[in-house]
């Protein structure tokens, strides 16, 4: 599956749908009223915004929907059989992403222009699934149940391919199964361990941290973040 370009965190994409926010405060050092003015960021947001029909709802894809082959594609990529595959849709929260976007934009400024956005997956329950979506927070590690487990940090967990994040993904009913592929922006990040609860500090710095954890430096198989909006979910598969 193509990944996320490169986010530099001002570049506007080719049709993209935007909008402005509030975003941070300007902190220029006049002593003038500048110094309380709000800067507007434009959001760039991956669905049309242009109705207030888009937010927070699930859109079913239709198969033939360039979107729905790609998230296939990434499933058979990872392992499973997209014959599996009962329905695929997307989640469209308009405040959820505009969180998401400036977390985003900050982990990018922090490595130079560089988010290092990635698609992953991540399995949980049928119960779950719509509180992940309803909740305020989004994926929330403080709800994660024992059988998770924190081998590489107390976070969110977030598999590179589908067919690790299978065994996560329980049915409630016996039936149908589900399972997320979310965008993250991982940034930079290093090995993490069981008894981190924040990424670790960088080298030399008293205050900057790593972004997120791995499992492996050489061959990541997950990543751990620990911020609720550094990553948004993008797509809820259900599968059999």
Known sequence: M??????????????????P????????????????????????????VSSSASANRLVQLAPSDSAYRTVADSWRAGGLDPS??????????????QKFFLAREAIAD????????????HGTTTDAVPKILGSSEGFDFRDAGSRVGARFGKGNYFAVEASYSKPYSQS????????FQVRVAVGE?????????????????????????????????MFVTFDFWQQYPMYIVTFQ
């Open 2 to 19: 193509q990944h996320p370009p490169r986010y530099t965190g001002s570049a506007r994409q080719k049709n993209d749908n935007i909008a």
């Open 21 to 48: 926010i509030r975003g941070r405060r300007s902190d220029d050092g006049d002593d003038g009223d500048d110094d309380n003015e709000i800067k507007k960021l434009t959001v760039h947001y991956p669905w049309d």
């Open 84 to 97: 599996s595959i009962r329905k695929i849709e997307r989640f469209q929260d308009d405040r959820k992403w």
């Open 110 to 121: 922090q490595n130079g222009g560089n988010a290092n956005e990635k698609w992953l997956w």
């Open 172 to 179: 409630s009913s016996g039936q149908v199964a589900q399972m």
């Open 189 to 221: 990040y290093t090995l993490g361990s069981q008894d981190l609860t924040k990424p670790p500090l960088l080298p030399g710095s008293n205050f900057l941290r790593y972004n997120a954890v791995t499992d492996s430096m050489q061959k990541p198989q």
